[in-house]
């Protein structure tokens, strides 16, 4: 078997000739076949291009503005935080209480009802109307970035150590 160092590779692979006589192969028509709109110079026509009748691109409806990829954070209402009286109000306890149903996705504190239990709220929002409301029930809210997973990886194996480069 041929080993990757005994390759015999040329860096600049020369261009084909085309249209030199025909002992040369690609010659008369030069590999494009005989008349038609393709074997002509000049201008190539578009990738959309359908013969003359309306194109596809033209013919169907254009969906106007964008669709974003990014998931909506999640609604906590003001009214649920009274679950959690006393506790901490963060992405996990509110996924144990059924708030949310993904803790490791954005939730937002919303105003929907009367907040009237002490908490304290570690999420990544709130509106302002909301922060009122929890600062007003006697609680306090901070603003944490998302939790992360946690690895699925063993943590019993290490990463193999480097051998020193000999010189």
Do not use: C, W
Not at 3 to 14: R, S
Not at 65 to 88: E, H, M, S, W
Not at 97 to 116: D, Q, R, S
């Amino acid at each position: 078997m041929t080993k990757y160092h005994e390759l015999e590779v040329t860096a600049n692979k020369t261009k084909k000739r085309v249209g030199r006589g025909i002992a040369a192969g690609q010659g008369k028509t030069a590999g494009r076949g005989t008349k038609g709109q393709n074997s002509r110079t000049g201008k190539k026509l578009r990738a959309t291009f359908m013969g003359g009748q309306r194109a596809l691109v033209q013919a169907i409806p254009k969906a106007r503005g964008f669709k974003t990829i990014r998931k909506p954070a999640q609604a906590v209402y003001t009214k649920d935080l009274n679950v959690l009286k006393g506790k901490t109000a963060d992405n996990h306890s509110m996924f144990e209480a059924g708030l949310i149903k993904n803790p490791y996705h954005t939730a937002k504190i919303i105003v929907k009802g009367e907040l009237t239990a002490k908490v304290t709220v570690k999420t990544q929002f709130a509106s302002k109307s909301a922060q009122e409301a929890i600062v007003k029930a006697g609680g306090s809210f901070d603003k944490v970035p998302v939790p992360l997973r946690k690895s699925q990886k063993p943590e019993g194996k290490k990463p193999k150590a480097k051998k020193p480069v000999k010189k």
